[in-house]
């Protein structure tokens, strides 16, 4: 649906985005992943034909941003993140002069206007001065103005920017809602997003890509379930140390001493892709030590990312 080819984006000798090539799908709910600076808004404001790219191109359904882009803003919705908001409007007049601007007829404003208030619960503050809302209010009007025209395709920039934690989770309900129906892209570095709204995430460093893949497959190309987790009582940290590491599969081991208790907490780094669960059990059994936890560890979307990001790309 959508396609990103050797996107390329210079701020006179800043390059903001270097090549980058991805796609779309439609029905996709994708997240642009990166810290800030990295090129994310730059390509929000590219792909919805709100600036020009320096080289390359992106093609919304078959159309060019560079010479389409009235189609192509006829089936988007865009929520910077910086919500177009006017404060002195109530929320229903705004939304109404959203219809207006979208040459939405008066019978279906009406029925955009209903639906919208339920599906981003705003029915109780329709009739409040925008300027009067908290931040999590605002962004869920923002959303509606952005989905006024029933767009094909939403654009979210850092949707749950500033927001507390309670309202971050409404707005994730209300996005995944909007996912069922609607090809969603959004820009967060706020990586329990990513992981909790969108089925593929591109991760961007420095202008260029350096992931791209559902969740699950970035998770397991990291090494997925590289440590075990254990808590033991009635040993001494440096036995249980010359113990575990003859296990067959363990590439190191940290211990820290459990406050206020006489148990040791161990963290066992895996070989990738070996399960040694057994034999570090029965390690602990042949030592009779008292096991109080033990599960395996997986690396979180947090711990990827950090390792992407952590150094300059050359």
């Not at 800030?36 to 020009?52: D, P, S, V, W």
């Given at each position: ?20 090539n991805f ?6 709910v994708l ?233 040791i907490h ?49």
């Amino acid at each position: 649906m959508i396609e990103v080819k050797d996107l390329t984006k210079y701020y006179g000798n800043l390059c903001a985005l270097d090549r980058i090539n991805f796609q779309i799908h439609k029905g996709e709910v994708l997240g642009l992943l990166g810290p800030n600076g990295a090129g994310k808004t730059t390509c929000m404001r590219i792909l919805t034909c709100y600036l020009n790219p320096t080289s390359g191109n992106i093609t919304v359904k078959g159309m060019n941003v560079t010479d389409r882009s009235r189609s192509i803003k006829q089936i988007m919705g865009y929520l910077p993140e910086n919500a177009p908001l006017y404060p002195e409007m109530l929320v229903f007049d705004y939304l109404d002069y959203v219809a207006d601007a979208r040459g939405l007829s008066r019978e279906t404003k009406l029925k955009r206007v209903e639906y919208l208030s339920r599906i981003c619960a705003i029915r109780e503050v329709m009739h409040q001065p925008i300027g009067e809302l908290s931040k999590g209010y605002k962004q869920r009007v923002g959303l509606a103005q952005a989905m006024m025209g029933d767009p094909e395709i939403l654009v979210l920039d850092e949707p749950t920017s500033g927001l507390d934690p309670n309202q971050i989770v409404e707005i994730r309900e209300i996005i995944r809602e909007i996912g069922r129906e609607k090809t969603v892209i959004l820009s967060t570095h706020i990586l329990s997003e990513a992981e909790a709204t969108c089925d593929r995430a591109v991760i961007i460093h420095q202008g260029r890509i350096v992931a791209d893949g559902n969740i699950t497959e970035l998770k397991e190309s990291a090494g997925r379930d590289t440590r075990i987790i254990l808590t033991l009582a009635n040993t001494e940290p440096g036995k249980a140390r010359s113990v575990l590491e003859k296990v067959p599969g363990v590439m190191g081991i940290e211990t820290e001493p459990c406050p206020g208790d006489p148990a040791i907490h161990f963290s066992l780094a895996v070989q990738p892709g070996k399960d040694i669960r057994v034999p570090v059990y029965r390690a602990i059994k042949s030592q009779d030590w008292d096991l109080l936890e033990f599960h395996r560890q997986s690396k979180s979307l947090e711990h990827i990312f950090r390792e992407l990001t952590k150094e300059n790309v050359q």
